[in-house]
């Protein structure tokens, strides 16, 4: 019998997509930047009900981030322009030209919200909001 939860990870991501080639991190600055060890500690998906997690690293993507957070207006939003230690992510100060950004966050963003979205909605789930 599966616990009546769902887990989600969006900070355990350690793989820079494709499209983010430009990212100028290595992994060292990923695994410092995210939840290091995240995705092992909550490996629960064949225990729970539903488990979410990511391979983006919140670096290229924070996903605990609105869309419309962005740089260069706020350099620690939902696209990053520097980590937590000050590193630069992209060649560019300022991040990424906005028609990467745009694709980060529909490839990477939306399916993130709209997976967490469904998990949530399935029956049989125990949620409990924060006060």
Known sequence: ????????????????????????????????????????LYALGDQVNRYVDTQVPRAVVDLNRAPDDLPPANPDGVVKTCTVNGTQVWPDATGPDPELVRLLLDRYHAPWHQAVSAAASEPGLELEEEE
Do not use: N, Q, Y
């Open 1 to 40: 019998m599966k616990l009546p939860l769902l887990v989600t990870v969006p900070h355990g991501g350690r793989d820079v997509p494709p499209e983010a080639a430009s990212c100028l991190l290595g992994f060292p600055e990923i695994a410092e930047d995210g939840d290091t060890w995240s995705r092992e």
